[in-house]
């Protein structure tokens, strides 16, 4: 089947910096992607659709100079949190859609801790 | 905007029991509804629904769509432990867009 993998799984960084997380479809071809964020207790928040090759689309409220995607080829989506603040302390998860659009495979997430 | 609505928040039940989870959406433009099972990770794929009145099953999990309702819901007989996780209700929209509901976080006790 359609695996999706993430890195990292676990990034616990300081106030002020950088992260970058990765999203990689394994065995197929991601033509659309998607970036979720999900907070405790919540439910999986939309927040950017990207096409290889094109600019991101951003949900409304999500700010697109903080989360940087860049879809660099068809297999791998990168998000960086910019500048993070221990309010962006949440659990990043891809998903990818390969030949069926109606089928989104969804990566094992990342959890960002903002100190 | 799409909004969909699942209830219970939470539930616990002993083994054992059945259990039927509740999905309700307000959309502009059916296309799809999606049950996801969420353990400690990314959700987990486990129905998809277009046609209203078709169950799908699979094992003890099944699911329904009622479009003239606009409700689907997910029974699960015979629970186990291991059934434990939080249910998510999806919505497919424009562009393949998923639209989550809250999620019906269920534990099964001994």
């Known amino acids: 089947g359609a695996v999706v993998s993430q890195h990292p799984s676990w990034v616990i960084c300081k106030s002020g910096t950088s992260v970058k997380i990765e999203c990689r479809s394994l065995?197929?071809?991601?033509?659309?992607m998607f970036w979720y964020r999900q907070f405790p207790k919540q439910s999986l928040m939309l927040m950017a659709t990207s096409n290889e090759g094109s600019k991101a689309t951003y949900e409304q409220g999500v700010e697109k100079d903080k989360f940087l995607i860049n879809h660099a080829s068809l297999t791998l989506s990168t998000l960086t949190v910019t500048s993070a603040h221990p309010e962006d302390s949440s659990f990043y998860i891809c998903?990818?859609?390969?030949?069926?659009?109606?089928?989104?495979?969804f990566g094992p997430g990342t959890r960002l801790l903002v100190l | 905007e799409d909004k969909v609505v699942q209830s219970p928040l939470s539930l616990v039940v002993h083994e054992g029991d059945t259990v039927t989870l509740n999905c309700s959406y307000e959309v502009t433009n059916f296309r799809s509804l999606l049950w996801y099972k969420q353990e400690k990770k990314a959700p987990t794929f486990l129905f998809m629904l277009t046609s209203s009145g078709i169950e799908k099953k699979s094992g003890r999990l099944s699911s329904i769509l009622d479009k003239k309702e606009l409700s689907s819901i997910l029974n699960i007989t015979a629970t186990q432990t291991g059934d434990s996780a939080i249910y998510l209700c999806?919505?497919?929209?424009?562009?393949?867009?998923?639209?989550f509901g809250t999620g019906t976080r269920l534990q099964v006790t001994l």
């Open positions: 999806a919505h497919t929209g424009t562009a393949s867009k998923l639209t």
């Open positions: 998903s990818a859609t390969g030949p069926n659009p109606e089928t989104q495979y």
């Open positions: 065995d197929f071809q991601a033509t659309t």
